[in-house]
C-alpha cells in the first residue's frame, strides 16, 4: 500500500510539472465536482489527441488532506486525482502565474446525490449493500430520502466553486449571472479561463462550446464514459433511477438553494420537480 501511495505520488508530481512546463501550450485542467460528467469529457479530450496536455482532477484547494484523510479513514485507497491535485497545488504555489484552462460541469443535485451513492456506496452512513455486493434498491431508496432532508447533503455542491475554484484562482462563478438560458459560460481571470457548462447540455451544445473554448478545429466527439452503465449494478441504478420518488415540498426545497438558481432556470428547476415527484416523466439521470 505504501509503494503505491509512493509511486502515484511520483507519478503525479512529474505529470504536473510536464504539464505546465510549456508557456505556450497551457494545460487543460478537467476540475470539477464529481459525479458530473468528468470522465466523459477526459476521454474525449484524450481521444481528439490535442497538443495540450490534459489532467482530470477535482480538488486543488487546502482541503485537499481533509479528502485524503476521509478515504483512509475509510479504508479505501486514495484515488490518483488527489495525489494529482496535491501536485498541481504545488506548481501553482511556486508559479502562481501559470496559464490553464479549466472545463468545469454543473449537474442537478438530486441526480448528483443519487449518482454518488452508487458510485461511492462505502461512503453511506447506512447499509445499503446486499450480500453479492450489489446495492439493494430498496435500501438505496430509503437511504436516499433521508440524506435528501439533511442540509449538510448539498453543501459539498453548494460550495465546491468557492471552496476551489475562488480559493486557487480568485474566480468567483456567482459575482455575476449565468446565462441560464444558453446553458455555458466563460470567465476569465489573468492567464486561467474556465468554461463552465451544465451537464445537462453537455450532449447537445458540449461538442461545439468545448471546441470553440479550446480553438479545436472540429467539434469534440463526446466519448460515453459512464462505466456504471457496464457495471453488474447497471440495472439496479436504473431501477432506482425509475422507482425513486420523493416528496414534491421536499424537492422544491431543495431547489431553491443558490447553487441551483444560478445555474438553472425556473423552467428547469420546474422540470427537475416534476421529474423527482413522479408528477411528470420520468428521465434518465
Same mark, same amino acid.
Given at each position: 500500500m505504501q509503494v503505491d501511495k509512493i509511486t502515484m505520488k511520483n507519478r503525479s508530481e512529474l505529470e504536473a510539472k510536464q504539464a505546465f512546463s510549456n508557456t505556450n501550450i @497551457? @494545460?487543460?485542467?478537467?476540475? /470539477?465536482?464529481? %459525479? =458530473? $460528467?468528468? /470522465?466523459? =469529457?477526459? +476521454?474525449s479530450l484524450i481521444n481528439a489527441r490535442i497538443p495540450n496536455p490534459v489532467m482530470h482532477l477535482h480538488f486543488i484547494s487546502e482541503d485537499l488532506?481533509? &479528502?485524503?484523510?476521509? &478515504?483512509? %479513514?475509510? $479504508?479505501?485507497? *486514495? @484515488?490518483? +486525482?488527489? #495525489?494529482?491535485?496535491a501536485a498541481v497545488r504545488n506548481v501553482l504555489l511556486e508559479n502562481p502565474h501559470s496559464a490553464c484552462k479549466i472545463i468545469s460541469l454543473v449537474r442537478d443535485p438530486i441526480a448528483f446525490t443519487v449518482s454518488d451513492l452508487f458510485q461511492n456506496p462505502y461512503f453511506a452512513s447506512g447499509d445499503v449493500m446486499l450480500g453479492s455486493g450489489n446495492i439493494d434498491s430498496e435500501k438505496a431508496r430509503i437511504y436516499l430520502e433521508g440524506e435528501l432532508k439533511k442540509p449538510e447533503t448539498f453543501e459539498y455542491v453548494d460550495d465546491w466553486f468557492d471552496r476551489e475554484l475562488k480559493r486557487v484562482f480568485d474566480i468567483d462563478v456567482f459575482e455575476e449571472s449565468f446565462p441560464v438560458e444558453l446553458g455555458y459560460a466563460v470567465y476569465k481571470k489573468s492567464n486561467v479561463e474556465v468554461l463552465i457548462l451544465r451537464l445537462e447540455d453537455l450532449s447537445d451544445k458540449g461538442p461545439y462550446v468545448i471546441s470553440k473554448f479550446l480553438g479545436l478545429d472540429n467539434p469534440l %466527439?463526446?466519448? !460515453?464514459? !459512464? =462505466?456504471? !452503465?457496464?457495471?453488474? $449494478?447497471a440495472g439496479i441504478y436504473q431501477r432506482v433511477l425509475q422507482e *425513486?420518488? #420523493?416528496? @414534491?415540498?421536499?424537492?422544491?426545497?431543495?431547489?431553491?438553494?443558490? #447553487? =441551483?438558481? +444560478? #445555474?438553472?432556470? !425556473?423552467?428547469?428547476?420546474?422540470?427537475f420537480i416534476s421529474r423527482w415527484s413522479g408528477t411528470g416523466n420520468r428521465v434518465p439521470a
Open positions: @497551457p @494545460p487543460i485542467l478537467v476540475y /470539477q465536482m464529481g %459525479k =458530473v $460528467g468528468s /470522465q466523459t =469529457v477526459y +476521454h488532506p481533509d &479528502h485524503i484523510d476521509t &478515504h483512509e %479513514k475509510a $479504508g479505501i485507497s *486514495v @484515488p490518483y +486525482h488527489l #495525489f494529482l491535485g %466527439k463526446l466519448l !460515453n464514459s !459512464n =462505466v456504471r !452503465n457496464r457495471t453488474a $449494478g *425513486v420518488r #420523493f416528496d @414534491p415540498s421536499l424537492c422544491r426545497e431543495i431547489y431553491t438553494r443558490r #447553487f =441551483v438558481k +444560478h #445555474f438553472y432556470s !425556473n423552467s428547469m428547476i420546474e422540470r
